[in-house]
């Protein structure tokens, strides 16, 4: 065949690619496991994280079972769902389906003698999708902790969730208007970022980020639509 021909170019363009493609094929499905089970890790360390438990990813999958008492998956009625497992639960997937058919994970915590309620959040920033995780004291009410990550905010002003910083000041802060009026939505107030800074005393704000509105908006509209799920359960239980 005439090397200079247009024949020989096409044909060796078509088997290159298709030798590139098998070799990516191969090289994804090869490092597949290993990629799903740096994922699980990582999701196992920002739990932790919560309640103050910092390890390494490696070190998480050791630890977990430690402290992770109960991994249980709740209805929209608060009931429990035996047959989803809540390691499992994808809530990108469940908040495209209605309320009354998502599943809603939570994670149940012993450290120091102490019990700890986990719940995971997933949410919208200013470019794309944020989530994370924030933990409840044994009284379901005082924040112990927060863990949030995003996939495209931007570096310098929303990318800000990641840092301790940020999220040091959700700790000790309360999601109910009276710790003595129970569970009720009308006694339920989440936690808020706000701009220009919270007040000195304010039990549910928290310093929004300068210049991040459309990231902090996100953090808030994520912590109270997801908390709101949880009311039933934790009224009950």
């Not at 495209?152 to 990318?159: D, F, Q, R, V």
């Amino acid at each position: 065949m005439d090397r200079n021909s247009n024949t020989y170019t096409f044909m060796f363009s078509s088997i290159l690619v298709i030798v590139v493609a098998l070799v990516l094929a191969f090289v994804s499905q090869a490092t597949k496991s290993r990629y799903e089970s740096n994922i699980e890790k990582e999701k196992m360390q920002s739990i932790l994280a919560t309640i103050g438990v910092n390890v390494d990813r490696n070190q998480a999958a050791v630890v977990f079972n430690d402290y992770i008492k109960q991994s249980l998956t709740l209805r929209a009625d608060g009931s429990i769902n035996k047959k989803v497992k809540a390691f499992n639960v994808n809530l990108h997937k469940e908040l495209k389906k209605e309320v009354d058919k998502q599943s809603f994970p939570l994670y149940i915590a012993e450290k120091d003698g102490k019990k700890f309620y986990i719940v995971p959040l997933y949410g919208a920033g200013l470019w794309d999708a944020i989530w994370g995780y924030v933990s409840l004291d044994s009284d379901k009410n005082t924040i112990e902790g927060t863990v949030f990550d995003h996939k495209g905010e931007t570096p310098g002003l929303g990318a800000q969730i990641t840092e301790k910083w940020f999220q040091k000041q959700f700790k000790g802060k309360t999601i109910l208007k009276d710790a003595k009026a129970g569970f009720t939505n009308n006694n339920f107030i989440s936690v808020k970022t706000v701009k220009g800074g919270a007040k000195i005393g304010d039990n549910h704000g928290v310093d929004a980020i300068s210049g991040g509105t459309k990231t902090s908006d996100g953090i808030n509209n994520m912590i109270a639509e997801r908390l709101a799920h949880y009311l039933i359960y934790f009224q009950n239980n």
